[in-house]
């Protein structure tokens, strides 16, 4: 008999089974055509789970149901398995890190969730309570990834996969980038293991939260109403009858205001620059042999240290790059981000060593003269990197721009593992 999980598809509960599967090597089927609210109401599956709660495994030794329990039980189908670390100890801090991910994040996450999305009553006092609470788990869980890739050990264990998966709700759809840019480590954790391949199969595509969603009409508590007194229909008068009909008064403003112009990046503001980003991104992207004599002479040409400037930036925290994909994830997940500046920047990525820890180093060119504000404020990776602004006038850096825009190797003495354009 093969596994079976009781449980709609996009059901984060089932994820932690479902990718524990991918990583263990264990063949789990979603139950087909389940239906919430009819399928777990039927008889066969009551007796799986009197209350009636998804998802449930079903088992050739019989059922097992609650979500952490399940991802444990398909972990445990292989012997010896990493997802549950290679020792005493780091077994226990997986159970510790499971533990708290549920009664820290996710527990919070619900309580502030659930009642917006009309599922609980809304209370204004109980939201402000699990806000303070969340921020409080959060708050611990960033500091531990300030020095640390994974919650346990130097790979992903079952710790990790409860804890992305009691994170994702809170990431899609209620936690926008300037709540959880508070928590850079958290966010950076986050995206690097929502793309690692066996979670991006099962979860497909994450996007963060844009807005937190507004409270349902039905979760609202009301004054019940009183019923009106029954009133007897008025007789109409000879006199009344006579009168014309009121007309209706033209309320103040009634009249819709046009429709304000969405104000202008300042960026657009700014004088006229002799250098078109785009013609330079066009000649970068161009220019396949020669390419110093080509591509760097005509960056220089192009150049306007007036209306641009050059920047060196540093990944603070190196000696966490211990694994090669998942420093390349990182790296990819930034310029991802980025994306927002693509009109005013050009930028260049490069991850370099032949051996962990890796290096992550890059050279950005920004339209003004400091970095753009409103990248600073909403690409939280930028606070995760040294920033120093490139002196042209110094050979020494000139040149070090000249290698980061060609890819040459080695830099700096190292190999060069790879190399990521922004273009």
């Known amino acids: 008999m093969a596994l079976v999980l009781h449980s709609w598809a996009s059901n984060r509960n089932a994820f932690k089974a479902l990718i524990a599967a991918e990583y263990s090597g264990v063949k789990v089927e979603l139950f087909k055509d389940f239906e919430m609210g009819v399928t777990n109401k039927t008889p066969e599956f009551l007796k799986m789970n009197p209350i009636g709660k998804v998802p ?20 445990r189908l292989k012997a010896d398995n990493p997802l549950y670390g290679s020792s005493l100890i780091e077994y226990a801090q997986i159970e510790q890190w499971i533990d708290f991910s549920s009664m820290e994040i996710d527990t919070n996450i619900g309580s502030w969730l659930y009642p917006r999305l009309g599922y609980r009553l809304y209370l204004p006092a109980a939201e402000e309570v699990a806000i303070s609470a969340l921020k409080r788990g959060l708050g611990a869980l960033n500091t531990y990834l300030s020095s640390n890739t994974y919650l346990v050990g130097h790979s992903v264990t079952l710790a990790d996969i409860i804890m992305t998966c009691n994170l994702k709700d809170g990431f899609s759809l209620l936690m926008t980038v300037s709540f959880t840019k508070e928590f850079p480590h958290v966010e950076r954790y986050f995206w690097t293991m929502v793309n690692q391949p066996n979670f991006s199969k099962i979860l497909g595509e994450v996007k963060q939260a844009e807005s937190v969603p507004p409270v349902q009409k039905s979760t609202q508590a009301k004054e019940p109403v009183k019923p009106k007194a029954k009133e007897e229909p008025k007789k109409e008068t000879k006199k009344e009858a006579k009168k014309e009909p009121a007309k209706p008064k033209e309320e103040d403003g009634a009249e819709e205001e046009a429709p304000k112009p969405k104000p202008k990046n300042p960026l657009d503001l700014l004088p006229p620059s002799k250098m078109i980003l785009d013609e330079w991104k066009r000649l970068y992207s161009n220019t396949k042999t020669n390419f110093r004599e080509v591509a760097i002479k005509g960056f220089w040409d192009m150049y306007d240290p007036e209306g641009y400037s050059l920047w060196f930036c540093d990944y603070k925290y190196n000696d966490e790059n211990t694994v090669s994909f998942v420093t390349l994830n990182k790296v990819g997940g930034f310029l991802q981000r980025m994306d927002l500046a693509r009109k005013y920047a050009f930028g260049k990525m490069l991850v370099i060593g032949s051996g962990p820890p890796f290096k992550v180093k890059g050279l950005w ?31 020494a850096q000139k040149e070090r721009v000249n290698q980061m825009i060609e890819d040459f190797e080695p830099f700096e003495g190292e190999a060069l593992l790879d190399a990521k354009c922004f273009k």
């Open 56 to 75: 449930v495994l079903e088992t050739p030794d019989g059922p097992v149901f609650e979500s952490n329990a399940i991802a444990r039980y398909v972990t």
């Open 365 to 395: 060119l920004f339209r003004g003269q400091e970095i753009p504000q409103f990248v600073l404020d909403e690409c939280y990776d930028m606070e995760l990197y040294e920033w120093k602004k490139v002196d042209i006038a110094d050979e």
